[in-house]
């Protein structure tokens, strides 16, 4: 039996009391979990050493599938035994679904509904239950777009919900909100960046009280808020177009801004080592400097200062390449970044030199890569999904869940129809989320 120790957990998984899973399936095999997927990239732990699968179809190699209650956009959380997904239904939105399913079997184990209150046309031009829970000790927290909070236990049971409308007001944004929810040990962090007073707010996991509340970046952004580790403690990194801010995590104090930076509108920071995050920039899509975006991709070292104070500022910048809602990822020695075609580009971690760059099947994608062992997993949004191996950057597999030339092909907009949005391992398996179904590829 391959049981993973409790060090290989992440540390704030370890706090907050997450646990392994390993599930005994009826075969008598076993499927041996890593450390859970409890957030939306998993806190940016986008690497694991598990062994998962290369080749799959849509007839071959997928164990399971699940329908999920009307579309959504958000990444699965895999905790507690369970994959949890929000999406919303209904001609405006009008409700929106927290659902849990097997991670065995894909079974429906429980599904909260609420309605939504500022309900808002239900298009693909529109977030769709795009921003991500996260798994703390007590279960899950679930933020939607139209200002609602829940908090359940693991057996779907509500524990406290929070109407931030109600609470500070009407969200209106461009296009939606996208923000998924962060956490630690003490508080979940909330980023609401409406077009009005945009806010950022810390609550207390167990009760939903607010622990702090703090103005946003005040920009355009379908990012998410990320803890990057510095000087022992951590920083809330919030990237909006033109600026990038640091938080402190316990009390909303303004650590650091950064403002060197242009159309980094939809990527989230990715941490890189002791207070070093890379971040990501594309051209088009109403980007502010259309052309400059490469030179916006790169790594942002933080470094403290001699009155106390910290500075953030370019370790290195990219020359050529550019993302679009896709973060880049550290992979090995190397970042990995894809553009909007599918082109990836590897830059060494140290020095931002270009060490390849290829075309891949994947076209375009809306997920962040994932890195298995010494695999980079592409997810295009189409549905395809390139396999490239971390020694030469080279695709060695290209598949597929369902058949090409499905609905995203026809589509306008953000997001309809069959697009692949998001991936996160379980185990020996591969979890792929799209809009209405999920797939668990792998014996």
């Keep these: 039996m391959n049981v993973f120790k409790l060090a290989s957990l992440p540390q ?33 732990q986008l690497a694991t050493d598990l062994k998962l699968p290369t080749q799959w179809s849509p007839d071959q190699n997928i164990a399971w599938t699940a ?3 009307g579309y959504g956009q958000s990444t699965p959380i895999i905790a507690h035994d369970q994959i949890v997904v929000t999406s919303t239904s209904g001609e405006n939105k009008d409700n929106y679904h927290l659902s849990s ?38 279960g899950f927290v679930a933020f ?14 509500r524990q406290w919900e929070l109407n931030l409308v ?25 980023w609401v960046e ?23 970046v005040g920009s355009t952004s379908w990012g998410s808020p990320r803890l990057i580790p510095v000087a022992g403690g951590q920083h809330l990194v919030c990237s909006a177009s033109g600026k990038i801010i640091g938080l402190d995590p316990a009390d909303g104090n303004r650590l650091w801004e950064f403002a060197e930076i242009s159309n980094n509108t939809s990527c989230t920071p990715t941490p890189a080592g002791e207070a070093q995050f890379l971040i990501g920039a594309s051209d088009g899509r109403g980007e502010t400097q259309p052309g400059a975006a490469a030179a916006s991709n790169g790594l942002i070292q933080i470094s403290p200062q001699a009155d106390g104070s910290f500075q953030a500022a370019y370790k290195w ?11 880049p990822v550290v992979a090995g020695d190397t970042a990995a970044i894809v553009n909007r075609t599918g082109v990836l580009y590897r830059l060494d971690l140290e020095t931002g030199e270009q060490v390849s760059i290829d075309r891949t099947d994947a076209g375009g994608i809306w997920s962040t890569p994932i890195v298995a062992g010494d695999y980079l997993y592409i997810f295009g949004y189409k549905g395809t999904t390139s396999v490239i191996s971390l020694a030469d950057g080279k695709q060695i597999a290209s598949n597929r869940c369902w058949p090409e030339g499905g609905d995203a ?35």
């Design 166 to 190: 109600e609470k500070y007001g009407k969200i209106e944004a461009r296009h939606g909100l996208a923000a998924s929810l962060e956490a630690n040990a003490d508080h979940v962090f909330v």
């Design 101 to 138: 399913y097997s991670i065995v079997d894909g079974t429906k184990l429980w599904q909260v509904d609420l309605t939504n209150p500022s309900p808002f046309a239900n298009t693909p031009m529109v977030s769709r239950a795009a921003p991500s829970a996260v798994a703390t000790a007590e």
């Design 67 to 69: 329908d999920i209650t």
């Design 194 to 216: 409406r077009s009005e007073e945009p806010y950022v707010l810390a609550l207390e996991p167990k009760t939903g009280n607010v622990a702090w509340k703090v103005p946003g």
């Design 409 to 443: 092909d026809k589509q306008p907009g953000f997001g309809g129809g069959d697009v692949l949005y998001a991936a996160a391992p379980l185990g020996n398996r591969l979890i792929i989320r799209r809009g209405d179904k999920l797939f668990a590829i792998g014996e």
């Design 317 to 327: 910048q990219a020359k050529k390449a550019t993302c679009t809602f896709g973060s």
């Design 12 to 44: 704030r998984i370890m706090r907050s009391g997450g646990q392994l899973l390993i599930v005994m399936l009826l075969s008598s095999t076993v499927l041996a979990a890593p450390p859970n997927w409890s957030s939306f990239q998993n806190g940016g």
């Design 144 to 157: 939607f777009e139209g200002g609602l909070l829940v908090a359940v236990s693991p057996g779907g049971d």
